[in-house]
């Protein structure tokens, strides 16, 4: 892969200095965000340029980034850290990038007719319902690597992030939040936004919570997202063994054979997908839990070993300012094409269908047992008989693991940090609802 | 080569040719900032540096705002960052301004190299020892405003943020100095939190408590700033209908001032080149003028501009508090700790959110002390505030006497991660609700 031949006058003068290990990474981009708050709109342009040098040998190491282009002649920093070690290249699969990266970024209008879209059905579906924050960014960018290990890759980015807070009318309802991300701007559909909107704000107005009550629950997306997201720790990092071992009942198994977890950094159509990861690593799928067996936990090249399996690229820079941070990319839970959402609505004869949440989870006695805030209806023989609201869904990890019955085709990504979490609706038993008392 | 040497006349003239409206503003924030970093033992690479510096062109225009933000401090960036807020080019421009070369300069900081084995030693001068990870920065910024109806000299910051992952959870602060008392300091909080991380929460009820001033202010920060800043009020309503309105107890008196915060944060005019003001935000629990930038401003006949700030050039302004003030009352530490007995001692908070809908917003603290003849006694574990605003700030039945510089930390709202300061005395709050 060429790279700018300044990436490599930085490497050729640090190791020209006697730093061993020396890695260059260059990053140009450019966003265009717009946010309306009541009636005033502010319309932002930004273009971005900067660099990050990491460099070092066994015994010593520094970081040095900086606005602008890659520069040798720079005062580096003294290198008072630890030794360093900087991953090699390898061989890179073929990969085509998606067409869509070329898209131009959404017009100031465009952006200004999504959120008045949005408005606009968000208040014919629910009367007094209205908007009282948005905010779409839509960016794209190119960076490049080099390294003295012979890693030299450039990778690019296209990515559009929008965040709505939405009010009811009247009383203090909401706010209700929603933050999307999408390769690009246009896929947002105000339609179907503004009746998230409205459901949610329906029920935060109508909803209340029973006191305790089990059954079974069918798992929205963005429930069953939290949860992944809030389980990271079982699934990622080198530490992720031991902890997934604790969890292993005595013929292997840490969840149910519905339950299958991956993570892809190249899954195809994927919002962040990309040949290699910010280390210039290949990426690839890793399938870290089969029909309910661990297989191995997301590693990147420094945690890989006979213990972790096997690694694969996973490091994500937030920006050239970051140091790369092993991470999902797409961290998902296996579909099931056959099973549609409406038939395990159909099929739930006394349960709740939680649609989202109200806050962040919460993790107890050693990250044994789960909380987490929710919001959906009850249903009765698949009819919904009433709203819930300031309730908490709760129940040890293993249950919520182990309890899934069923899953649907419905998977959807929901931005996390860093990388994307994506579910689809669950059939899980074995959980609970209790009223919040913190209101 | 600082920001002073910009060349001011030349700025201005290109700017004003594409405020071509009457009532238009447009002007251009100039940035640079050097953060270096100690990251914690064993972590590489080692001695972290980050240079930036960058424009950001803005136009204002009735409830519209445009800005432009571009990396580099050079002709081109600045004439970019023109073209693309313009709304229409003049036919006949002016010469672009020459802008001088910015050149990084090779970063130290051996404070921060000194800073873990000084602060190892401070609190082994308190017979403990425990393990932690470590990560000190300091952060240098200076910032210039140009714009068409105004222009600020260049203002500096510089100050220190110090994170400590522990094994039974997390500390951070800011700082305004890195000197031995505040090393002092700094152990002296870790090792109260050690000494209190097993104890037990306390029973959730009604209770009068006593917050310390760290504590104080980040009660502050979040019922009185956050929910007086104008985009906040804007949610609920009018901004200046808030004026007039009886927020808290009359011994309240809160200011935003940010000429009086610590000398290394101390600033003259606010991010947007406005001569910041000694804003009273509470006089008496009564509102008196909420945090406003200009946008907010123009188009009030009341809010005043000079609490505008900007995480960064790529983000537009907010009104923001930046050093919180409580005006002392006459309470001693004793009379506080008297009326409080049996309650609690509450030094510090972790973090805080407001919501700025219901108006309702939470407080954790990472530990505490019942209150046992008149002095913090046995330590009590993790517990939260809360509750409603207002029924918080007519909680407070007393203020101390003493105020001293405490309670700063980050602000994140909107997600614009700016540093607050603050400086309050103790103050004594009955009959609120403390959950665990």
Not at chain 1, 165 to 190: D, K, M, N, S, Y
Not at chain 2, 234 to 254: F, R, S
Not at chain 2, 401 to 422: H, Q, Y
Request: with cysteine; glycine share 10%; hydrophobic share 40%.
């Amino acid at each position: 892969m060429k790279v700018d031949p300044k990436l490599h006058e930085v490497v050729d003068r640090l190791t020209g200095d006697g730093f061993r290990e020396v890695e260059v990474y260059h990053k140009r981009g450019r966003s265009r965000s717009l946010r309306l708050m009541m009636r005033h709109v502010v319309t932002s342009f930004r273009e971005e340029e900067g660099w990050a040098v990491r460099a070092g040998d066994d015994r010593r190491s520094f970081f040095h980034a900086s606005t602008g282009a890659p520069n040798p002649d720079t005062p580096w920093p003294e290198a008072d850290g630890e030794g360093l070690r900087l991953p090699s290249a390898k061989l890179v699969p073929e990969w085509t990038a998606p067409a869509d990266l070329d898209a131009p970024l959404v017009g100031e209008g465009e952006a200004l007719g999504l959120f008045e879209g949005i408005h606009r059905e968000l208040a014919s579906e629910l009367p007094g319902g209205r908007l009282l924050v948005a905010q779409l960014d839509d960016g794209s960018s190119e960076a490049q690597l080099y390294s003295s290990r012979e890693v030299s890759t450039s990778m690019r980015q296209r990515v559009a992030v929008l965040y709505l807070e939405a009010a009811g009318a009247g009383a203090a309802v909401g706010p209700i939040r929603l933050r999307l991300a999408a390769r690009e701007a246009r896929h947002f559909q105000p339609l179907a936004l503004a009746r998230r909107l409205a459901d949610r704000l329906l029920i935060a107005q109508k909803g209340s919570a029973p006191r305790r009550d089990r059954g079974e629950f069918l798992l929205a997306p963005p429930v069953t997202v939290a949860l992944l997201d809030a389980l990271r720790p079982l699934w990622i990092g080198a530490g992720a063994v031991a902890r997934i071992t604790e969890i292993t009942d005595r013929r292997g198994r840490v969840a149910s054979p519905a339950f299958t977890l991956v993570d892809d950094g190249r899954l195809n159509g994927g919002v962040l997908e990309a040949p290699v990861d910010g280390e210039g690593q290949p990426t690839r799928e890793v399938v870290l839990v089969e029909e309910g067996i661990f297989r191995q936990p997301l590693v990147t090249w420094r945690q890989g070993g006979t213990q972790t399996g096997r690694p694969s690229g996973c490091a994500s820079r937030a920006s050239w300012r970051d140091q790369p941070l092993g991470g999902p990319t797409h961290l998902y839970l296996r579909r099931n094409p056959e099973v549609g959402v409406a038939a395990l609505v159909d099929d739930l004869k006394r349960g709740y269908y939680l649609l989202d949440t109200e806050g962040a989870p919460r993790l107890e006695d050693d990250a044994r047992r789960f909380a987490l805030p929710v919001c959906g209806f009850s249903i009765d023989s698949g009819q919904p008989t009433g709203s819930v609201t300031g309730a908490w869904l709760v129940g040890t990890v293993t249950s919520f693991l182990n309890g899934v019955q069923s899953v649907a085709r419905d998977l959807t990504f929901l931005p996390s940090a860093p990388g994307l979490v994506g579910a689809p609706t669950l059939l899980v038993r074995g959980l609970e609802l209790r009223r919040r008392t913190d209101n | 080569m600082s920001l002073s040497d910009l060349d001011y006349a030349s700025i201005a003239r290109t700017l004003s040719q594409i405020a071509d409206h009457r009532s238009d503003v447009a002007d251009a924030f100039f940035e640079r900032s050097e953060v270096i970093e100690l990251p914690a033992e064993g972590e590489a690479p080692g001695f972290r540096v980050w240079h930036e510096s960058g424009v950001a062109v803005r136009l204002l225009r009735g409830e519209k705002a445009w800005l432009a933000a571009r990396d580099g401090i050079t002709q081109e960036s600045f004439t970019q960052a023109v073209r693309r807020v313009a709304r229409a080019m003049p036919r006949a421009p002016y010469p672009e301004p020459s802008f001088p070369r910015f050149a990084d300069q090779k970063a130290e900081a051996g404070e921060l190299l000194d800073f873990p084995s000084e602060l190892a030693r401070a609190i082994r001068a308190h017979h403990v020892s425990f393990s932690m990870r470590l990560t000190a920065r300091r952060h240098r910024r200076q910032v210039r405003l140009i714009g068409t109806q105004l222009a600020s000299g260049v203002e500096r910051e510089s100050f220190y943020s110090v994170v400590a992952e522990l094994p039974w959870g997390r500390y951070g602060a800011l700082l305004a100095e890195l000197d031995r008392s505040t090393v002092d300091a700094v152990a002296r909080q870790l090792v109260h939190s050690f000494r209190a991380q097993k104890a037990s929460s306390p029973d959730p009820g009604a209770t009068a408590c006593v917050l310390g001033p760290a504590a104080a202010a980040a009660l502050l920060h979040e019922a009185v700033a956050h929910a007086l800043e104008a985009d906040t009020l804007a949610l609920g309503g009018h901004p200046e209908a808030a004026i007039g309105v009886t927020l808290g107890h009359g011994a309240l008196d809160v200011f935003d001032d940010p000429s009086t915060a610590p000398e290394g944060v101390r600033r003259g005019a606010d991010d947007e080149g406005y001569p910041v003001v000694r804003r009273c935000l509470l006089r008496g629990g009564v509102v008196e003028q909420p945090l406003a930038d200009s946008a907010w401003a123009r188009r009030s006949e009341v809010l005043r501009a000079g609490a505008g700030r900007r995480a960064d050039r790529h983000q537009p302004p907010g009104p923001r508090s930046t050093h919180l003030e409580l005006m002392p009352g006459e309470a001693s530490r004793e009379d506080l700790m008297a009326e409080a007995e049996g309650g609690l001692y509450l030094p510090e908070a972790e973090r805080g959110y407001l919501d700025p809908l219901s108006g309702n917003f939470v407080l954790h603290f990472p530990y505490g002390y019942r209150i046992k003849d008149r002095a913090p006694g046995p330590a009590v574990g993790r517990s939260y505030l809360k509750a409603h605003v207002t029924d918080v700030l007519q909680a407070v039945r007393a203020v101390g006497r003493e105020a001293t510089s405490a309670g700063a930390g980050w602000c994140a709202k909107g997600g614009m991660k700016l540093p607050v300061w603050a400086t309050t005395p103790e103050i004594l709050l009955e009959g609120v609700r403390i959950r665990s």
